[in-house]
């Protein structure tokens, strides 16, 4: 077995990362026996010994991702956007407002720890890599799945992008020094089309087989190697700038084959701390929850609260408007629905006569 108790075998190549490898040998008891010793015969008892083996490269070292950065915005970050405060930073041991997701595991049996849980197709996050040059890591990605993802090492982008709506957003905001080059992880999977998000009654669209597990693994020509593992357990299609009421955005998401978010899906805001969001009919963020009415970045705690603000995402297909509010499936009553803000997470409701932009996940 690896180090993380993971059985191997005997025809697999050893890796430093998962290194000391541990060999038991078991023999039972017995007796010794010849035609001529003195004695005859001996009777030993049965025994386990473990060995412990190292490849033999003792050069090359194995470095683990410490943390990783997706949008910053919104994550209690000062001096990127006047709207920031502390409240939106989460824990300090998972949330880090200057460097985003602390790494919470490098063992593949809890890589579901880490960021992200959730992903839709073209977002991005980008390396945290300490003790060795990471411009000379050829990247593997190891997973098993539709969707893909793809690492590189590039520099952020810089500039504006023009989002689906029209409006002009400036490209990777919470990065300050655009010369320094990142490793920076793309996300790649099923996509409404433009054809699609233009029809109420699309085509359907491929969902992905969830959870899926991913390894990334950089390696250099000393055979130093860097790894960063995480698992998708939600896939999200949004219908760019597409608006409608909550029956034509729920049967648009059925008619792709995935379903209507619900708050909890995106956010962790809690319930009942302002009059916009009520505890009504068992409805909530998720958990662990947010101390106020907007999320607190957090792990496996919405889609939004993961990513951040998800309109300075390029070429993520999210709108950059006033509003950015996306309608859930969750009923406030009265014939208003629930909605969501896509920058902070802030919950809100409307007349289900009023039109908002659509979300879908799968599972």
Known sequence: TDKNGTTVNRTDAL???????KVTLTSTGGTLSTQYGVPRSSSFSGATVDYYINPNNLSASCYFVQSVRPNLVYGGTTGIDPYDDPHFAGPSNIWN?????????TSPSSYD????????DGLYFDLD??????????WTVNTSGSISATVSWTRPRSGTFTDPFGGTVQADKWITDKSKY???????GPRASRSQISSSRPSSLASPSLPQTFELVGRDRSGNEVRYGFVLKQWFVNRGNKTATPPNQTAWCNSLGYRMVRIRDLTNAKCGVDNRFPCVNSIDGAAPSSSGDRYQ?????GFFTEWGSM?????????NDNFSSYWTSDARGSGNEFDVHSYE???GSASARDSRYGLCTAP
């Open 345 to 347: 997470g802030l919950v």
């Open 97 to 105: 407002p200057s460097k985003g997701f602390l790494t919470q595991s």
């Open 129 to 138: 890599i300490g003790g060795i040059d990471a411009s000379q890591l050829s």
């Open 113 to 120: 720890r880490n960021f992200p849980t959730t992903g839709a």
């Open 182 to 188: 990142v490793a920076r992880v793309t996300l790649h």
């Open 297 to 301: 970045r957090n792990i496996g705690a």
């Open 311 to 319: 309109p300075y995402y390029a070429d993520a297909g999210f709108v």
């Open 15 to 21: 890796d430093i990362c998962n290194a000391p490898y």
